[in-house]
């Protein structure tokens, strides 16, 4: 990675290095609401279905469309989860199976989105969250979560997620999201992902550690330019949580048809965790407009003392060379007169310099501190 | 363009390349309100009207009035656009055609005004927004639009827009738009006028990323000059953008009798788009901020590393200018005494300067960084 | 206008170069509320009455307040406007005329009120606002409006106002206001008063752009003083405007029973103005924090440019000094040797200085920019 | 005054020089609440009480309690003013006789309070403010007002207030306050210990002003700490201020079974004059932030004429003094050639001299701008 | 405690020297809620109980928690205090004795919770606050508040709190509290919780005071870290009393079914402590940004002062150096001519440094002000 990399704003550009994206192509201003375009060269993504009740689990990657629309209603529930929202006919053929809304499908194709919910009336949930990850940069992946009477569709950008541990307990049937519906599930991968805010934001709390010792000790010259780099990566943060509270509260206050008044306290949980990674991004911008001040502070500190160190140098050495110059001048006088001896002359450049020290030490600036 | 007109005021000035403008003559205070009054030598605009239905569709230049007079009634959907606000006469006869309220008429002529929403009763909505172009500065032109039970009457202030493709959905019949209402039409007027603001927004990301590298590499000494004029069109586009999302939602929160129920949700679509660009400008002036502080800090090291280099040779160079000075005193003194050597001074000057040199060694002022 | 009174705060010291006026004696605190205190010397006010209706009209100086006592009730409106506000006698005896509430007309005498608009019950409505002036100064001089069945009496602290285009509509029975109320012509007069802040707030933004050229070109010393004042008179101007607005929209709000349905559509649009205005006054002084940003940067880099000549003239010429100063001591050395040569010396100073100003070259100090 | 004292928080440190307080022994964390707890060594507080109706008048030192038991009911206005929150049996017994609640007695004893308003169902209304006087320093005294049908208390921490003025006016029964009820009474103590913050607050407009001055001509070095003085108090005024505005707007919107129908306007009338006093305050904190920018602006244009001084001097008299180093060297060299003459080495540095002149005349270092 | 121990993230780490705790192991994100995990090695907590009545009380360690079965439904309150979370298996068992949630006892265990309150239906409210002690840096302790009908369980992270004072109350049956119900021992504790913000404050205020003095009168280098550190633990206090105040405002506001309507009162006086402690907060946090301010002013100016010697040093020495120079020289000149002479030189340099002296006298370079 080089150092140009490190600089790019992060939120326009979500790439990871396991697979390198290029910029979507946003629809042109102008186009049709609704109308879903595919990237040039877009192939159909990969996707994997599992439903499952109480008893039973299946789990499947999905091939054929068709294998879709035999499970549905047969399940209690259907999650289907898609790795990628460039290939227009298969984001269409989905939504005719499960009956998504086209707005809400166009919103997965534009990676600029922010984190919301949106009631489709009777028909389904949609929520729009941001999935954070250092992979080692701040990667922040738009996640899209469709919660229907029977089911919940999850679209990534791209594969790869940080959901495998929930997989994991569905399968081993673990705790209780078997014994419960959909809008258990869709809080479980929400939650889950709000969860993995933490680590990153507490790496975040590492490097400002890790500048603030920095700064206080011996900083580099690019300290700054590091902790700029930190400070923008926050207000990415910020900008993927913020909208994410307000998503999840709003499901508290007006939970709909598809979640029940039993995991409104769940989703209630998780709205507390943004809320929780808000207050930890808030405070870390607070502490990187002090480190700031502190850097600053310490530059004129160490200009000071560049500086004292040249006036004290000029001061006496100027001064005397002074003394050494009028004794050099080529001017008629009386010789060896009393006034014209070595050992005065060397007295007198002794007392001068002596003097100029005692000054200086009063000021202070010939201590370390000052 | 000089640079004199790079630090310009745009939003008092929305002068394109294209069509220059003068400031267009204010109505004195304490003037009549809702009287219109031209701008001197003002001549009509020109207007082209276009009316269809889901199976037909005529398209016009308007030189005459009379034409609307009879179109009004006879189509689904009559849309007039006007392209310019400067001509009073012209202005209050289009009013008496479809009804216009005279304070939203002289609201059109004050380019000054905030985007907002108003409700006429049963006459008409007036949805007064800003149309944001890079031409190649910041250009916020002010776009009228007046939705009755029929028609649509956009006003702008200058020929030149970005509906053309719009425009061509409708001619081609492609999407929704011609099996819908004039609410859908003047919903997708304003949503291709805030998509416009996405290309805008990123091209001052794309400006403050050069800027970033610059200031990271070798800030030349415009580089705040520049920065600054980046920040003052941060300014102008949240001014644009702010009330625009308010007179959006206020349109979801009171659709009143001319928007219909399915028609909210795309309005409240283009509310969450003004949203994403309010939230894009809010980081970009954070970023603005923290590259001001990454800049001075720069300057100071510069500053730093400059008078580093000055202490270090007035610190070596004047000592030792001294000892020169010392052996070219005109005293009397003991020739060819065993300390009166050549080879002695020449040690004595070494020590010094080398005693020096490993003070700022240790002092770390040698290093490159620090 | 010497220097000193450019500096004084404005929003204290409400004079104009036309009268000047000296504080206002404020009640002593803890005087009885309600009870008007004349300023010592004040004299009874000069005032003017206009009555009309939608035929005639009439308008007189008022030398006896007995006039007003009979003209009260037989007119439509009967406007009423007092030049002073010092003489409590004669806003007594007004007081008692109109039946206007004591604490409001004690609110007159304190110039240093905010906006306000209170509701008097079935009495009256009051209506405080700021006109603001440039003379050339700025002068925010306070205005009391009372609104009532039939009439309106506005108190001004001194003769001289912005509201002779109203009156001469009023004389020329142009536009609507002969055909209204005394409710639209409160309103008249309230948006007079507000659209003056347009030239006033235009004014500044053309003092910044000054500014602004005058900072990136070659900023002068008192250029930051010129700035400070600015930003203190906006502040000024924004503590005028902010509690205007407020007062506007608890009028559209609550109109109560002096405000015609008909007419809220007006003081709507009024209270847009004043909008309008504080945004104007907000975008200046984020331009001008920009600008102090800018001015700071400027500086530091000019201190740049400064030390980069001291540390180049310095770290050349010292050293150069030292060869001399070696080859001018008076030490025992084998005369004519081969390096004791006149050509070896020029050659050793010429390399010394073309190798340091290599060097610095090569660090970029000899350019222009950096 | 020495320094250190100009520097304590004022807020927490009431003294005035009039008679010096110790902070108030805190009740310890865990304490039981509503527990009164005297300070050590506390006397009786003095009190007087004045009972007053429309047409009679008594007014005494309480020197015995019981007098007050048996005032109690006989007048329709009691106000019992009690100079002293130290003493726990005397609050008690004040307490017991009005039916005062148990926690607003211990919030006097708690000088740090925020101003409020508490409602205690049928018993009374306490509200709390800040008295502010300059002393010569900012002294917040805390004062507690118990409201009840026919009583008011006031408990202030010491002797000494700004309610003379009102004493007098009831002794002389001017105005309104003797044909109203212990609403209006409340209402009037309130009113003066707020109005007297005018005078407070313009103590600090004038000492910024002078400030102002004093930076724009010729800052003295401890300019920065009287600013910064001055910025604390009006943070300790503002947080005196601000509750106080809620506390007061809380009565308007909720008067409860206290405060009558008619006194409500009074008391909106005092929550105006609070939002003034919060409106100066905060205008004056923006001030004081921008002197600070205008003399951190002023710093480093000084410290630019400095290093223009240092740098002009440094870079003309250093060459000239090499060129004189190169003749004083002892090299074997032509003598008498013609280069060799004085006249030729006087031309040579003035022409050396001019030119570097005229480069710092063109870069304007020599103006006195710039 | 070494410095980097200072500057490590208080909020983060959470130690004090009494017992030091490595931090808790987070439930992995994607782990099932609700489910309480164990951190290796963890032991069960000790835990006490305290049962009482108006006229008996028991106290005694809980080594088996078949006790605290027993005493539940005998005692009007039961109180018992766990001091310890990390130990699942007990917090399982006490949960099932009391009825407690299982996200709350989850949320106990995760220790970067914000305060909040939880009603939990019919079954408990739970409340989480922080308690804060410096010991002596500033230790955040979590601490979990269950109340139910007839008990209050509290959860602290480790033994050891501010809560005796509150246990010897109700030992010795001292104030209200043996009179009331569990929701008045659960403001107890909460309030006593809530007043050892105070001194911890205080000690703020002591801090920032010190530091005050220290850069007025003479900074030493690192006085802005030690600024920065102080900065950095307000802004922990603040992020741990923001939520609390809500939390509390909450139960004031809904007390539901455990809190009576007269515990309300002293809920909303716990409330406002909060305040109280947050506005002293946000005070010193203005008041830090004020003391940068003041630093940065007084390390330019001392800056000034150090350039200002060298500059008066140098500009009187080097032109003086220059005069000897030039009598240094090896020129051909007319020996003892009347210019030659030693008293003229003299002469010479004298006036030059006079000029220069009042030159710089006349600028205030030689003033100790300035």
């Known amino acids: 990675m080089n150092r140009r990399d490190l600089f790019r704003l992060p939120f326009l550009q979500a790439a990871t290095p396991l697979e390198p994206v290029h910029r979507r192509p946003l629809p042109a201003p102008g186009s049709e609401p609704g109308v879903l375009v595919s990237e040039p060269g877009a192939v159909p993504p990969s996707m994997t279905v599992m439903a499952y009740g109480p008893h039973e689990i299946t789990e499947a990657p999905v091939d054929d469309l068709g294998l879709l629309r035999n499970m549905r209603g047969k399940w209690p529930v259907v999650w289907v989860n898609v790795n990628g929202v460039a290939h227009a006919p298969t984001l269409q053929a989905i939504g005719d199976i499960f009956g998504l809304h086209r707005l809400a499908l166009e ?34 992946e738009q996640v899209g979560v469709f919660l229907g009477r029977d089911f919940v569709v999850t679209f990534q950008e791209r594969p790869g997620d940080v959901l495998d541990p929930l997989r994991q307990r569905i399968r081993a049937s673990r705790g209780r999201v078997r014994q419960n519906g959909p809008d258990y599930l869709a809080y479980s991968v929400i939650d889950t992902i709000v969860d993995h805010y933490f ?67 769940y989703f209630r949980d998780t709205a507390d965790h943004c809320f929780q990674v808000l207050d930890l991004v808030e405070t870390y911008r607070d502490l990187g407009s002090s480190l700031t001040d502190l850097y600053l502070s310490n530059v004129s500190n160490r200009m000071n003392e560049i500086m004292k160190v040249l006036t004290v140098f000029a001061a006496i050495f100027i001064p005397l060379g002074f003394i050494t110059g009028v004794y050099g001048m080529d001017v008629e006088h009386p010789r060896r007169a009393w006034w014209w001896d070595l050992p005065f002359v060397f007295t007198l450049m002794g007392v001068t310099a002596l003097l100029l020290l005692a000054w200086f030490a009063r000021k202070g600036w010939l201590d370390k501190e000052g």
Do not use: C
């Open 107 to 140: 919103d997965l194709g534009d990676v600029r989105q922010r984190a919301k919910v949106e009631a489709y009336g009777e028909d389904h949930l949609f929520v729009l969250v941001r999935m954070a990850r250092l992979a080692p940069e701040l990667d922040l």
């Open 199 to 265: 680590p990153v934001a507490e790496a975040y709390a590492d490097r400002l550690d890790a500048l603030e010792d920095e700064i206080v000790d011996r900083p580099s010259r690019d300290v700054m330019t590091r902790l700029h780099a930190v400070k923008r990566e926050l207000m990415s943060l910020r900008r993927a949580v913020w909208p994410m509270r307000d998503a999840l509260n709003h499901i508290v206050r007006e939970p709909g048809p598809f979640v029940t008044e039993q995991s409104v306290v």
